[in-house]
């Protein structure tokens, strides 16, 4: 499989393969470099509630509006606590959370919209970034750590979409950078509510390593929960890039010991030019 992010410059990255399916869809995922942050955030910090200093990354965030071309008044961010809440944003959401991290969409891990020209963002920083992409200029994003997968953020975002009237078959998703199982280790705790997921094979996404110590694969989980949800296997992309591996680029919570930045992901339609 293909590697479906493709680096534009320092500071992001894009999915190029969806302008095949939708000319007009802007997806992606940022870096650690290339924006004004001081240590520990690196210079791209996207994260208001890190500790960084909000001008810093609200002049972070102007600098990817400009290169995407979305204003940032036009940007939708949340307020993330693990969950499973979904949100459907509207043209009254623009700009939410844009600037100013007090007015983010509250207890939201996933948001989705048919609206054009409004970007829809969440942070990261070794969870995973799940993109979702539909015909009718229908577009979504999740957060999904572990709490997020073992819930199952995936099945509550696409029973969103089905309730809209969205066929499974025409769902295009693509896991994004995070976490690899060679860096991620967790214990008996979050193995127990892996082995509750309604996948058969769950087991081949954690390997044990040493007593109540298990490396655990969370973009693999989430690919065979998407399975189960009914997405079409070729309908799926899962990036190789590993969030904490690659200190280069990326910040990691995990790596870093949770003094670092955040990524974003982000996911939009541009409107049509007359």
Known sequence: MKEPFHFVDESYYLI????????????????????????????????FHVGDQQEKVVQNRKRLAQK???????????????GINIYQVTERDKGKGSSLYSDSIKDCDGIFTDQ?????????????PIFFLAPENNIGIVHAGWKGTV?????????????SGIRKETIHVTIGPSICNKCYIVDNKVIKEVQKLPIDN??????????????????????????????KQENILVTSLCSSCNDTHFFSHRRDH???????????????KN
């Open 16 to 47: 190029h393969h969806w302008q095949k399916i939708n000319p007009q869809v802007v997806a992606g995922f940022t870096t650690k470099n290339g924006g004004t942050s001081s240590e520990p955030y690196e210079s791209n910090n996207f994260g």
């Open 68 to 82: 995407i071309n979305f204003p940032l008044e036009n940007w939708v961010s949340c307020e993330q606590t693990h």
């Open 116 to 128: 054009n020209h409004i970007l829809l963002t969440l942070m990261y920083a070794d969870c995973v």
């Open 151 to 163: 819930n199952n953020i995936v099945r509550s975002f696409i029973e969103q979409w089905r309730k």
């Open 202 to 231: 769950a087991q081949s996404c954690y390997e044990q390593i040493e007593e109540n110590q298990y490396r655990i694969d969370l973009k693999e989980l989430n690919r065979l929960l998407l399975l189960k949800e009914g997405i």
């Open 258 to 272: 949770g003094r670092t930045g955040r990524m974003m992901g982000f996911i939009g339609i541009r409107e049509e």
